[in-house]
Structure formats: structure tokens, C-alpha cells
């Protein structure tokens, strides 16, 4: 039963896309777009994806703002009215973000989408434990089975990391496979946005996730000292890869701002909203 409740979720995230795949031949690039995310540059042979990784992390810096002042605003917020609160919080953040300003509504489509389904996810499940959340992302969701295989032993091998130089040295391995085994730009783009957030979430985690725990603590009137910071980067690699395909798709869609650049845009907002969503839902569940 409880892996239908997640198939269901992770279903919801990524039908929209599905039945857009036959119409990537058709892409029309947005004049002057295209350049944000094509032209890009190479670190020992890797195109570096590195903005959108910074991208995630000044979202979850404007996130954790304006938490903070929800919070200081509203002692007695609820957890749904929390969520609705990130939703707007990152709206704003996209509205204004070099990435994402481009197509805002797609942004927000699938951000949404990872915030609220990782909202229902914790809500009916007390373990608070994000893995069957993530394995569900990958093996459900719209990749090809070597995207799979990629991502599956980046979030394994991340599981065992007690550094953030053992981190990066993981996603530099996963991006170099990716190099090899995949020939198609977009799908390795896929898995190198995946690796970029992954690296830069966990670089933004283990600085940050007491400040985040002691924000809830505080408002709960609890004692902090519990949040984990490699947890947080999983979610945030799965959401970025994830919402790389349904942006990619989307933006090939006639009219759309081309696939890369759309990839660029799903990688940004689903990393961002997955990551709000996981550290809000389990920060709350645990506090409150």
C-alpha cells in the first residue's frame, strides 16, 4: 500500500511530460535564450553547470529568509499554511533568478509539484525518512535506464559520504560516466544538472542545515541538534535531474524556450523545491 501511495505521487509529477516526448523534434528556441544554458563552459572535459547549482543554493538562502519571517510573523502557522507560504516564497525567487525568470510558470509547475508531493509524502509517513520518496523518483520516473542506473548509485554511494570532498569526488565519478555512457546531449545534461546541485546542496547543508534546525526548534520551543546534512542533497540531485527531463520536454514543445534551456530551468526549480520540501517536512514533523 505505501509504495502505491508514493508510485501515485511520483505518477503525478511526471505524467504532464510523458505524452510531450514525440514533439521534442519540433523545438523552436526563443530567440537569445538558448545561449544562458548552451554556452557553457568545460572543466576537464565536463560542461560545468556550475550556475545552476548556485542558482539552488541563493533560492534556499532567500527561502531561509523569509522562513524565518514567517515564522517571527506567524508563531501559530500551520503546516499547510506553511507550505503554501514556500510555494510563494519561491515564486518570488524565480521571478527574479536569471535561470528561471525566463519561463516562470514552468518553474513553478515543477517545483510545486516535488514541494507539495514531499509535503503529502511526510505527512503519511512517520519514519521521516526520505528514501522511498527518492527511490520511487528514480524508478518511476521518466528516465532511461542508464539515467537510472547513474542516478541510483549517485544517491546510494552519497548515503556513505562523511565529507563533502568525498561528495564531490562521487559526483565527479557519476559525471564522467555520464560522459561515456550517454551520447544524447540533453540526457547527460540530465545527470550533469543532477550532479551540480548535488554538489552544491550538500555544500550548502553542511554549512547550514543547524541554522534551518534551529529555526524550527525555535519556533517550536524545542532544543535543537538533529538535522542531517547529506539527506537534504539526495533529494535535491533527484528533484534537479528530474525536473531537467519534465523542463527539457516542456521547453521542446513548439513555442517553448528550447529543451536545454528548459532543462536548465526544471533543474533549478525541481532541486529547489525539493529541497524546501524535504528540509520543511522534516523539520516540521520532527518539531511540531
Not at 516526448?21 to 560542461?47: A, H, M, R, W
Not at 509547475?109 to 527518492?134: G, Q
Request: proline fraction near 1%.
Amino acid at each position: 500500500m505505501k509504495e502505491l501511495k508514493i508510485k501515485l505521487i511520483v505518477l503525478f509529477i511526471t505524467i504532464s511530460g510523458v505524452f510531450l516526448l514525440f514533439s521534442c523534434e519540433k523545438e523552436q528556441l526563443t530567440p537569445g535564450i538558448e545561449t544562458q544554458i548552451n554556452d557553457v563552459s568545460y572543466t576537464k572535459g565536463i560542461p560545468d553547470y556550475s550556475h545552476i547549482g548556485h542558482g539552488h543554493n541563493m533560492a534556499l538562502r532567500h527561502s531561509y529568509t523569509e522562513i524565518k519571517e514567517v515564522f517571527n510573523n506567524n508563531s501559530n502557522i500551520s503546516r499547510s499554511e506553511l507550505f503554501e507560504e514556500v510555494a510563494d516564497i519561491l515564486h518570488d525567487f524565480y521571478s527574479t533568478s536569471d535561470v528561471t525568470k525566463v519561463d516562470v510558470d514552468m518553474a513553478d509547475s515543477i517545483s510545486n509539484n516535488y514541494l507539495y508531493s514531499l509535503k503529502d509524502y511526510y505527512a503519511n509517513d512517520s519514519v521521516n525518512n526520505n528514501d522511498d520518496f527518492i527511490d520511487s523518483c528514480i524508478n518511476y520516473g521518466n528516465f532511461t535506464l542508464t539515467q537510472k542506473q547513474l542516478l541510483t548509485e549517485l544517491v546510494n554511494k552519497v548515503d556513505t559520504a562523511t565529507s563533502l570532498n568525498s561528495v564531490y569526488a562521487i559526483t565527479s565519478t557519476i559525471s564522467n560516466k555520464a560522459m561515456s555512457q550517454i551520447a544524447d546531449t540533453i540526457e547527460r545534461t540530465v545527470i550533469l544538472m543532477g550532479t551540480s546541485v548535488m554538489d552544491s546542496s550538500c555544500t550548502y547543508w553542511y554549512h547550514n542545515c543547524s541554522d534551518w534546525d534551529e529555526m524550527f526548534s525555535n519556533a517550536a520551543k524545542g532544543a535543537g541538534g538533529w538535522f542531517d546534512w547529506n539527506s537534504i542533497g539526495k533529494t535535491d540531485a533527484i528533484g534537479a535531474s528530474g525536473g531537467a527531463v519534465a523542463g527539457a520536454i516542456t521547453g521542446a514543445f513548439v513555442g517553448g524556450v528550447g529543451a536545454l534551456p528548459g532543462a536548465g530551468i526544471g533543474a533549478l526549480s525541481g532541486g529547489a523545491g525539493g529541497s524546501t520540501g524535504d528540509a520543511v517536512g522534516q523539520l516540521w514533523d520532527h518539531w511540531f
